[in-house]
């Protein structure tokens, strides 16, 4: 009867992590409010006509034991017998054993696939590996006057780095020269931000590309010489692997949090959608209940709980409470700088381009490219027949997701549907991927608050901080609960530290504001997993 409960804000994987882990470890019932009508949260996957498209692709990878088991006890992974395999992450890597008697994809639906990973740069109209490689193709294809004027800048920016290192131009520039950052990075990192790069801070760079450099690059270019460069994933020297492999649902990364969802209200825990949060009272230094709006009556409900978790942006959390935080905090909490997402389904019969194989005629084998042409609003290109085959309806069909990274007062943001496929359709031809003739359905999905910028106040933040965790049994968790720059994985983290420290009566939230920068600190220091 005196069962204590937790209030959640957000069924994203931070929220529905967080009830998980209190069902399964505390005797707390979670309820989950969930403003849209979907689990999952950024992470949802949007099923269209049986065509299931995600908001950028998904894929599983942590440094984690943690979170790379719990991923796996949901959804198995796939039957293999070919041994342990590699998955990679941007640089970082780790081993998987599947096993002979995991789950079939085509009999059975909860499983995970092991999946190829393919992603190139398109610029010039040409393709480019991603990272770009100092391979000859690549010489090829950036011909003799660009390769020359790349190595000069490059050995300008080694000889006169530029000092003080305060912006992500400046962090481009030293570790590839200005040649080599205008071709391959600035038109897709400020179609990203939607700011000049010269206005993004170093710390963006830093933390998303560190390692990555031109030495790195020539490193990586040696060894795949000296060591034959034909590893197979399952092989010994699985580093110097070609074929990078990726965890995915079959499903698409919505099914995971459906799975989730599911397991939460069979164990007793509740999950409302429709039910927007928009007042947190208080009582001092303790959160008391929140206030939330139905979204299809209007009727607001009064949620007591004991313990409160939020996942939904600061910027409009700090304005929920009943008592004013103060002005110092609410001028930095307003000032966060969010960036936003339109992705695009196109159904098509074929591309215009192909990579030569049978199949290749008519679809390559990329699951994601980036591109990096400035007469396009176009930022990326998702192929999801290549993500997994369970996604598209008909194979016979390609499906696409054109993604377009836009803010909300951005006209494209505006446009209607029709325009939008208008706008979409008419760029991927023009730069010669599809015919926009070819197009036979079409889907927009808009989502805001996609990426939360390390821009605009960022830089006090911590006055933020400082405010909300003075109420004890509140908890920020999440990618935009926190400000971060989260991953699935470290967005499910601290929502399974937070219930860590309840179960362990901690207070102090250091540890959780330390996840994805303490632990990847540690980790690189030798301790990865
Ligand atoms: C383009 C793109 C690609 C990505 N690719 C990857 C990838 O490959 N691998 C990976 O691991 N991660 C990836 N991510 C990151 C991943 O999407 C996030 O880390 C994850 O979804 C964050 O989970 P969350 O629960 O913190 O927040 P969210 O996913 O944002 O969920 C928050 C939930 O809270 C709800 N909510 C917000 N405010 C309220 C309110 N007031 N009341 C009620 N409900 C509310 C929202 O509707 C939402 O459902 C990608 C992100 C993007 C944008």
């Known amino acids: 009867m005196n069962q204590k409960r937790a209030i959640i ?93 995991g789950p079939d994809p085509a009999a059975a639906d909860r499983v995970m696939l092991l999946r190829s990973r393919k992603s190139r740069i398109y610029c ?50 030293n570790r590839f020269g200005r040649e080599l950052f205008g071709t391959f990075f600035k038109s897709y990192t400020e179609k990203v931000w939607g700011v000049p790069c010269d206005r993004i801070s170093a710390e963006w760079g830093a933390q998303r590309i560190k390692g990555l450099s031109v030495w790195s690059t020539l490193l990586h270019a040696l060894r795949k010489v000296f060591k034959g460069g034909h590893g197979g994933i399952g092989q010994k020297h699985t580093q110097t692997s070609l074929i990078e492999q990726f965890l995915y649902p079959k499903f698409g990364p919505g099914q995971m949090w459906d799975e989730v969802a599911r397991h939460i209200i069979e ?42 978790f939020s996942t939904a942006p600061v910027r409009e959390l700090m304005r929920a409470f009943d008592v004013a935080p103060p002005q110092n905090v609410l001028q930095v909490s307003d000032g966060l700088i969010y960036r936003d997402f339109i992705t695009v389904g196109l159904l098509v019969r074929s591309l215009r381009i192909g990579d030569g194989t049978p199949r290749g005629k008519k679809l390559i084998g990329d699951n994601w490219i980036y591109i990096q042409e400035p007469d396009v609003l176009l930022g990326r290109l998702q192929i999801f027949n290549n993500w997994s085959p369970f996604m598209v309806a008909d194979p016979a069909t390609v499906w696409l997701g054109l993604e377009y990274f836009c803010n909300q007062s951005d006209e494209i943001w505006n446009l209607s549907d029709e325009r939008m496929v208008a706008l979409a359709s008419r760029e991927l031809s023009q730069i010669g991927i599809i015919d926009a003739a070819e197009v036979l359905d079409s889907t927009v999905l808009r989502m805001e608050k996609t990426y939360p910028a390390y821009f605009g106040t960022y830089g006090r933040f911590a006055e933020v901080r400082a405010h909300v965790d003075r109420y004890a049994n509140l908890f920020l968790i999440g990618r935009n609960g926190m400000h971060r720059y989260n991953n699935q994985d470290h967005s499910m983290l601290t929502a399974m530290m937070a219930v860590d420290d309840i179960i362990a009566g901690v207070t102090d939230k250091t540890g959780l504001w330390e996840v994805n920068t303490e632990l990847d600190y540690h980790e690189e220091k030798g301790k990865s997993t």
């Open 124 to 173: 010039l109209r040409r393709f480019f590996d991603y990272p770009i490689s100092l391979s000859k193709d690549t010489l090829l294809k950036l011909g003799l006057r660009r390769t020359f004027k790349i190595g000069v800048s490059y050995i300008q920016s080694a000889l006169f780095p530029l000092k003080p290192e305060e912006t992500l131009e400046q962090f481009f520039i």
């Open 9 to 101: 804000i957000g069924a994203g994987p931070a929220g529905l992590t967080a009830a998980y882990e209190l069902l399964a470890r505390t005797g707390i019932k979670p309820i989950v409010l969930e403003k849209s009508d979907c689990m999952g949260g950024i992470s949802r996957t949007v099923d269209y006509k049986g065509n299931r498209i995600d908001i950028g692709g998904h894929r599983f990878f942590s440094k984690s034991d943690r979170v790379m088991e719990w991923w796996l006890r949901m959804l198995p992974l796939q039957a293999s017998e070919n041994g342990p395999a590699a998955i990679k992450y941007h640089r970082m890597e780790r081993t998987i054993a599947p096993s002979a008697s």
């Open 267 to 308: 164990k007793g825990g509740e999950i409302r959608t429709g039910c927007r949060v928009e007042r947190i009272s208080t009582d001092g230094w303790q959160v008391k209940a929140l206030e939330a709006a139905d979204s299809t009556t209007g009727r607001t409900e009064t949620f007591e709980g004991d313990y409160f």
